[in-house]
């Protein structure tokens, strides 16, 4: 049978199907509250997948993926709070929408904008990653090397902060990946004679600390921010008028967020912030962005949820993380033995195109979610900030427990926590080093191999087509955008 | 000179300096690793990874320094100290007993950022922990240390 009908089948499973709508729920919950985030959430709740199946567990976390990116426009839209960075564009229009009275409308413009980035960027998903795939079967190790650094390199360019510093974060990811006992030569490194260290740190626990527990001490800072609520009757579904104007901005938007979300490490938060300037851009009436401009919610929302498929290409297919969550989700493969890259699709085909299926599954899913649900879950931002963080440090502490069962675990991500708090109060921000780390081990793995294959002969790498193609993108990716500046600058300047 | 930017200039150096500091550690330890012979290095030595990548943290800081100095984006207010010194007081605790430390620490630091009703601390104190444990023990096996309160379980 066909894969991809083989992956559909795994969906008749009730039980998965029921998972995936507790998940997606959860999702929801998880991106409706301040302060949380999909990767936050994945983070969270990955301990609680060990114990079953790998295609459940993953599922289940592409669920939470999915369901908190586009349940951040619920508080970005009611309290003017994005639930998550990826929604801060909806605020703009959103919640100026929402104080004259349509929040309804607005909720419903973001519900099905969001559904149809995400379906249709599932749809790209389906199509583009086993192509990529393909194509990456004729990758030997230096190009796999220099992809692997291309996506470091793209480190630089995720969210509003210095590009110095993600790349600083980012190596420090790197370097904190080398830690054990070194898989090709079995020699220890920086393990103090602890036995605890010799498999290296575990992905689990700092993530948990740098986006669990760092958060906690962030939000320790914000105890007293009042945020306004505006009351919502009912979610109504976009008129006539509505589709006609933001159709156009819906596709655009799907076909940005896609794109950036392919990009190694770029993920919903740049898509959003690129859909919504286009979408400005584009408009007949870029006045009314930011005083109730449908385009604006539409163009952000279709966007943010686009990057999730998108983000997942290069995730499953070459291995290297298209987003924090993703990184999240790769790490939860990696949990699950299952060993992400082009022979996903030959040897695994029915676990990658069920996972597939399962963020389509969940895309529809939150269309009926957010059209009934939405009024309910608005709710879930009047949480107490005193009761939800400390729940959350109670999650945080057992979920990074429950991996290794060692308290040593325990302790990484206390660090880690303490270490992202630090790290994003001087501006680093802490997702470099989420993927540094997963990309560390993959990078000098590749670099042994190409050493050995090329005879020790580094400078013979540029020598092969495609691995020169990478490290001119990773150079472009490193000074591409001051080289930019300083050109478009000088042009100004002359005129 | 204002006393604020004084304040992040010095802040900025000492940033790079803790950097640079625990990079040039790193390349120092490293250069105790064992040495491989040529048929067993497999292309690089076991030290040569680090020491590049801690290399490449050095110049980085540099230009950072030059070009890009540490800044700090949001002040330590007085509610972030007490949760880091709340959690000095979790890890001390659970040497006693790993959910006795957790309901101490959701409760404590419920009170502290300024919850007042019972039922609420209630709530985090038993509820929680109690739902936590049961859950992670019963459904998903997983066994906790020993504790004055696990043992109550475990026997």
């Known amino acids: 049978m066909d894969p991809m009908l083989q992956g559909l089948m795994a969906l008749a499973d009730p039980s998965l199907l029921i998972l995936l709508v507790i998940a997606t729920l959860g999702g929801v919950v998880i991106g409706a509250l301040p302060g949380l985030n999909a990767t936050t959430g994945a983070a969270l709740l990955l301990p609680f997948t060990l114990t079953m199946e790998a295609i459940p567990a993953i599922a289940v976390l592409t669920a939470i993926y999915c369901a908190a990116t586009f349940a951040g426009a619920i508080t970005a839209i009611l309290i003017n709070t994005p639930g998550t960075s990826a929604s801060a564009t909806t605020c703009l229009d959103g919640y100026p929408l929402a104080k004259r009275g349509e929040a309804g409308r607005a909720l419903g413009l973001a519900v099905i904008s969001s559904t149809v980035g995400g379906v249709l960027s599932v749809m790209c998903l389906m199509l583009a990653a086993p192509l990529l795939a393909r194509a990456a079967y004729q990758f030997s190790p230096p190009e796999y090397f220099a992809l692997t650094l291309f996506g470091l390199s793209m480190l630089a360019t995720i969210g509003d902060g210095s590009p110095i510093k993600n790349l ?60 306004e609520r505006v009351v919502m009757k009912a979610v109504k579904l976009p008129s006539k008028a509505d589709y006609k104007k933001v159709w156009k901005t819906i596709l655009r938007s799907t076909g940005i967020g896609t794109f950036i979300g392919i990009l190694p490490a770029e993920g919903a938060t740049v898509a959003s912030m690129i859909g919504y ?36 290409v290069p995730t499953l297919a070459l291995g290297i993380p298209g987003s924090a969550t993703a990184a999240v989700i790769l790490a939860g493969l990696m949990v699950h033995g299952i060993r992400p890259g082009p022979t996903m699709f030959t040897e695994q085909a029915n676990f990658a195109y069920a996972i597939f299926w399962s963020m389509m599954f969940v895309n529809v899913l939150f269309l009926f979610i957010g059209l009934y649900g939405a009024k309910l879950f608005a709710r879930i931002t009047l949480v107490p900030t005193q009761i939800l963080w400390p729940c959350v440090f109670i999650f945080s502490v057992v979920g990074a427990y429950a991996l290794e069962q060692s308290m040593f675990d325990v302790w990484v991500a206390i660090a880690s926590g303490v270490l992202g708090y630090f790290m994003r109060r001087y501006g680093f921000s802490v997702v470099p080093l989420a993927i540094g780390l997963i990309l560390g081990g993959m990078l000098e793995q590749r670099f042994g191999q190409s050493m050995v294959m090329l005879d020790e002969k580094w400078w013979l790498m540029v020598t092969r087509p495609l691995t020169l193609f990478f490290l001119i993108l990773t150079v472009l990716a490193l000074f591409g955008p001051s080289i930019w500046k300083r050109i478009f600058n000088q042009g100004s300047q002359r005129i | 000179m204002s006393d604020s930017s004084v304040h992040r200039s010095r802040e900025s150096w000492l940033i790079a300096f803790l950097i640079v500091s625990f990079c040039s550690a790193a390349i120092w330890l490293s250069l105790s ?83 007042r009703r019972p039922a609420y601390l209630a709530f985090l104190g038993f509820v929680v922990p109690f739902i936590v444990f049961f859950l992670f023990d019963q459904v998903f096996k997983i066994r906790f240390p020993r504790g004055w309160l696990t043992n109550m379980w475990y026997g």
């Not at chain 1, 220890?188 to 986006?211: N, Q």
């Not at chain 2, 680090?50 to 984006?73: E, F, G, K, N, S």
């Not at chain 2, 709340?86 to 959910?99: G, H, P, R």
Request: charged residues 15%; hydrophobic residues 50%; negative net charge.
């Open chain 1, 168 to 227: 600083i974060a980012g190596a420090l990811g790197v370097f904190l990946a080398v830690v054990g006992v070194d898989n090709l030569t079995t020699v220890e490194r920086f393990t103090f004679g602890s036995h605890e260290l010799y498999d290296g740190i575990g992905f689990v626990p700092v993530m948990i600390g740098i986006f669990g527990i760092s958060e906690l001490l962030v939000q320790s800072n914000a105890l007293d921010t009042i945020r």
């Open chain 1, 277 to 312: 300037n286009e979408a400005r851009r584009w408009s007949k009436t870029p006045e009314e962005f930011g005083h109730g401009a449908i385009e604006g919610i539409a163009g952000s929302e279709a966007a943010n949820n686009a990057a999730t498929g998108g983000a997942m």
């Open chain 2, 33 to 115: 690793f064992e040495k491989m012979p040529p048929i067993l290095k497999r292309g690089i030595q076991p030290s040569d990874f680090p020491q590049l990548v801690c290399a490449c943290i050095i110049l980085m800081t540099v230009y950072m320094v030059w070009r890009d100095p540490v800044r700090v984006v949001e002040p330590m207010g007085s509610k972030t100290f007490g949760s880091l010194l709340l959690m000095v007081l979790f890890v001390a605790v659970c040497s006693i007993d790993l959910f006795l430390a957790l309901a101490l620490f959701a409760v404590c630091l419920s009170i502290y950022w300024g919850e």
